[in-house]
């Protein structure tokens, strides 16, 4: 029922950009937390960004702080990540995930926490 999708991925070369979304179906989407998450080759899924319902809180890891902004869209039931100066460790296969809880607080950062999950799109930067 709930189906996530994902798209804008693709090969840039280092200090480019590019803006991911994700078009969320089947879900009450203005209800819930979103997030993005990454997986790198041989690495575990670690969390990225997140922003809370209606926006007004966000979430980074330290590595993207300054070069990375979440945005939501909830009319449009869509969830965006623009990624500029991109870096090579930046390459991986990324995901966006719905918080399962309605409740009111900051976008975790664990996965456990996300019961819904894009199809994932890879991003690979060259240096």
């Known amino acids: 029922q709930v189906q996530l999708v994902e798209s804008g991925g693709g090969l840039v070369q280092a200090g480019g950009s590019l803006r991911l979304s994700c078009a969320a179906n089947?879900?009450?989407?203005?209800?819930?937390?979103m997030g993005w998450f990454r997986q790198a080759p041989g690495k575990e899924r670690e969390f990225v960004a997140g922003?809370?319902?209606?926006?007004?809180?966000?979430a980074y890891i330290d590595s993207v702080k300054g070069r990375f902004t979440i945005s939501r869209d909830n009319a449009k039931k869509t969830a965006y990540l623009q990624m500029n100066s991109l870096k090579p460790e930046d390459t991986a296969v990324y995901y966006c995930?719905?918080?399962?809880?309605?409740?009111?607080?900051?976008?975790?950062?664990?996965?456990?926490?996300?019961?819904?999950w894009g199809q994932g799109t890879q991003v690979t930067v060259s240096s």
């Open positions: 922003m809370s319902r209606s926006g007004a809180s966000t």
């Open positions: 995930a719905k918080d399962r809880s309605p409740v009111i607080r900051p976008p975790p950062r664990e996965t456990r926490e996300y019961d819904y």
């Open positions: 089947g879900v009450a989407f203005s209800l819930y937390n």
